[in-house]
């Protein structure tokens, strides 16, 4: 049986003295936000993440969800009551809007909380997690009528939301979309077509289930120009707000997949179903895609948090198994053997582990805040950078974080041997959890190319000179700081390999976009690693402020940054080396020789 | 449903081409060996695998493995016929003595058998590769009587073998092993204990199941010098070789596991059975290294055969799966996208698999050749050095082996996209079985320890030396070879790099042996990357000689080795630099802290 206790010590760190929030407290939701009720909030979160949603994480995985003949579906025994354990928490409006029932806490609070719920039970998070991108499309492209028709229900987990884009021949190419949108006059549409891999698509955890659809009006241009995104309710709704009649959805089947089977994956079957139209017509990839940078910073959250978990549960067993003798000598004589843990392999793996985990942490809450100013702040100026540092940093985040938290989730498993194969002891399913997090809201190859395809040359690299310019402000400012010395050399010598593959890309990119792409995974990567170097240097700074405190979270904090920078950092040159080589090995073989 | 077709192309290229092993024939079991022999057997071999055993694959994984109420434990449909034909074929004794009923080949052959076998159905190729360990080790230690006895019924596949290692409380520590054998004073033995993880340990392909039993005799002293060896027949067996009674061991349960899921791993229970001693009282341990080596190679393999087949399957997706179109322009103008094989990240995926796959071929093919060397030359000197490389080699080849099959599996799985996450699509499957090979026979934290802690410090560093020396010498005699300059510059810098991190470890291990410890991995991956580049520059010298023949598949050679040189020769100087911060921020935090 595995274990989950949320960290909330260093996410009390990170948003107390590495970010320090209270300095925010001009922007709206953040001047009641003292450490006390952030501490409050992560106590509670983590409560019910340890106590009520991770017990059924192994159950639930070992039940999946299941249909039943008239096309309703069942989550796993406990779901219905966790969600109403969730629901009754206030949970799900965290960082939503007042105005719809929300608390109107900053977004970053929003992420802690996600943070917590994909680490105690990632499948459980999900029903939830694609509700609020649901609201989050309605409140920003919907029209008052509908915001109020549809936010107060979702907004207070009564009603539970869905994205519909995949079909089966068109994933990534939205273009390829057929399902169909056929104005009724009313202005309503009837929508028929097929949707495939839609999680959360049908279950029992709420009354109503509000799917968003991509789908084609009749007469529509063709390719990604004439998609229109609409809103197709499970029950329609009358004018009084109670349930109505059936609507023309129903789930087809659900999927058999290697992993989240407590998430219920669905095929959609829209047939005549009645939708009303979300945003403008032709314009609805635009509207899919505000709700797409949060949603890919969820996925890259669950990457983080799997690695925080199945790090807790590998390192609980490397304490506790014995076997062998510490090269150094017995470290327990009085036992048959010593615990694995004295073993550095073991601990290499370990400290990987929190290396990540810990960096990531920093990094994404700090991609938070600027998630909040860049909605939040009355600084035109602010709201740009942030939109541009939130835009760069979305695709990274989700592509690493997810790429690491699976090969981190892996090495977790490694930790124990035999034992991590075998299902009971749960460590396997924490691998085939996070498998899917590099596929979904966009693969992670998707993601590089968004990366060096769009958001590397916008604005002729606006986005990124910012975000180097914010690496060489900081560099500046702490350059006098002798101990921090370390972290700064080490921030700066990745931002110049960052910098180098940017000039590189942008100057043989022009020449065959085929070098770009080529190079899309290493400089993400690069990118990455820069990101956890400036990560790690602020926290380092935060903790050296501390270390004479006697508290060991310091001193183990700058060890386990020491850690960072001898063993993940060194990737960077390499990542630097093979983007160079540009694309003609890879483009070198004709399709016939595969 | 996932489709295998057995590289036979590349396999007859690497034996008669690269390593020409026309030029062993003074060897036992070469000399009857001509392409036309090797292309015959490769072909009906690759018939057997793709046509009976790969048909298998996913069913055999749906269904499982099920054990009855009498501890019976039934294959999957389908298993006992193809077992049958894999027998009637006679693939159990191809490279074993014809004094038993083998054929008596070179145990290369026998490897490239198993690469198929492991390829087609993992799970499926277990069952005699298990037995192949078992009878190796009888064939090397057992008395006459027992060989005689055992030996041709396992050679001719109608008795199955396994390897008895692991308790609860006891897998890498052998020395806490407790189960107990009682001498019965006319040369058997009473054995008793619970051992887990036996893979094989109860089926129906075959009539009986010859278990090798590793335990305690009586008295006999506590650690690893107390261990004896012992073969405990499932039936009993008359003095006219027919099956007696049932003997004291039983099939407790089978464990629910990630993936193989066809192969029983069972709880395997013996109360006072009845056993005979396998080799030497209380040197057990010795005698189960002795086939361990090998096991430890066919658990290598098995990485690069899922990374073939997991490559096949997605190149014919990446083919077929129309989206999006060509960064340089649309390739396929008449679709309404492009097949996905034209987006560079997607190549880079399928080249890095390549580059990997048919390297590593290369290398254990040249490793299994030096088996047969240790085995069979009748030089003294060429047999030390032959058993130095395979010694070497081994650990090298099973944690690299299989680290980059998993990912590479995964890697295949990406191509897939939401597809690679379905069960139906049989992409999923290899990325579970793939995982376990990381850490059967030895974890892959334990090869690495292997290698640094014995393989390279034993007799002065004379088997790392040697296999410089073979780098050296092939340098040396290629200077003059201007083409294949890039593939001896890469080579020789990563021997370089290598030589480097040998100095680094001999120097500090000494000092503080956590320093060894610490670097293991990374050096085991130098290592790996060394060997590799050793195997691509073969490669490319026997492509190069026929690159005017107007066949593409050595044109194809050169270009998959560049991609090598350019994608994955980089990666050794990440390892290096890691390698070369010591153990200091590995183990710099107190066990308390994690």
């Known amino acids: 049986m595995t274990e989950y206790n949320a960290p909330t010590r260093d996410m009390n760190f990170v948003l107390n003295e590495v970010l320090d929030i209270s300095k925010y407290s001009n922007l709206p939701g953040f001047s009641d936000v003292s450490p006390d009720l952030i501490e409050a909030i992560l106590e509670e979160g983590g409560k019910l993440a340890s106590n009520v949603l991770h017990p059924l994480n192994q159950s639930g995985d070992a039940e999946g969800c299941t249909r039943h003949e008239d096309g309703s579906v069942t989550t796993p025994a406990g779901f219905k ?19 719809y029932g929300g608390q109107g806490l900053p977004y970053i609070f929003s992420v802690a909380v996600s943070e917590m719920m994909s680490a105690a039970n990632m499948a459980f998070g999900m029903y939830p997690g694609l509700s609020r991108g649901a609201a989050d499309a309605i409140y920003a492209h919907g029209t008052d009528e509908q915001k109020n028709r549809f936010l107060p229900k979702m907004i207070a987990g009564e009603w539970s939301g869905t994205m519909n884009l995949t079909e089966p021949h068109c994933g990534t190419d939205l273009g390829l979309l057929k399902s169909k949108a056929i104005p009724q006059g009313d202005g309503s549409y009837k ?58 959805v129903s789930c087809g089947s659900i999927e058999e997949k290697m992993g989240i089977h407590a998430n219920s994956t669905c095929v959609m079957n829209y047939d005549d179903a009645t939708g009303w139209l979300l945003g403008e017509e032709n314009k609805g990839l635009r509207a899919m895609f505000t709700m797409m940078n949060e949603a890919r910073l969820g996925v890259g959250l669950q990457g983080m948090a799997i690695s925080e978990v199945s790090y807790q549960n590998a390192a609980a067993y490397a304490k506790d198994r014995l076997q062998g003798r510490s090269l150094t000598g017995p470290k327990a004589p009085e036992k048959p053997a010593d615990p694995i843990i004295v073993h550095p392999n073991v601990r290499r793996m370990l400290m990987s582990q929190r290396a990540f985990t810990e960096g990531a942490r920093a990094w994404m809450y700090w991609t938070a805040l600027w998630g909040d100013m860049h909605h939040k702040s009355e600084d035109e ?11 760069l940093m979305t695709p990274i985040l989700k592509a690493y974080l997810t790429d690491k938290g699976y090969s981190h989730a892996t090495a977790a498993q490694q ?38 395809g769009r958001k590397l040359p916008r604005n002729g690299g606006r986005a990124v000179m910012t975000f180097f310019g914010e690496i060489d402000a900081f560099i500046d400012e702490n350059k006098a700081n002798d101990e921090l010395k370390p972290f700064l050399d080490g921030l700066s010598d990745a931002k110049a390999d960052s910098a180098e593959a940017v000039q590189w890309l942008m100057a043989n990119g022009m020449q065959n976009p085929d070098n770009a792409g080529a190079g899309s995974m290493d400089f993400l990567h690069l990118m990455a690693i820069t990101c956890l170097a400036f990560a790690w240097a602020q ?14 979270f310091y001193d183990n904090k700058l060890k386990t940054g020491q850690f960072f920078l001898d063993r993940i950092l060194p990737d960077g040159k390499a990542h630097l080396a093979k983007i160079k080589t540009g694309a003609a090995s890879t483009m070198s073989l004709d399709q016939a020789a595969f």
């Open 381 to 391: 100026a602010t709201r740009q950078k942030a939109d541009d540092l939130m835009g």
């Open 191 to 248: 929508i028929s077509g097929q949707k495939i891999f839609i999680s959360a698509g049908e279950h029992d955890l709420t009354e109503n289930i509000i799917h968003l659809v991509l789908a084609r009006i009749e007469g529509a241009p063709e390719g990604t120009k004439g998609i229109s995104l609409f809103i197709v309710p499970k029950f329609r709704i009358n004018d009084d707000g109670s349930l109505g009649e059936r609507n023309g």
């Open 539 to 552: 926290l380092a700074k935060a903790a050296l402020e501390k270390k004479d405190s006697g508290d060991a």
């Open 415 to 452: 930790v124990l041997g035999g034992h991590g194969y075998i299902t009971e002891w749960g460590m396997e399913q924490f691998v085939r959890d996070a498998r899917i997090a590099m596929i979904y809201e966009g693969t992670n190859g998707v993601q590089a190319l968004d990366l060096v």
């Open 81 to 99: 009551e966790a969600y109403a354990a969730y629901q009754a928490g206030g949970w799900q409006g965290v960082s939503f809007s007042p105005d």
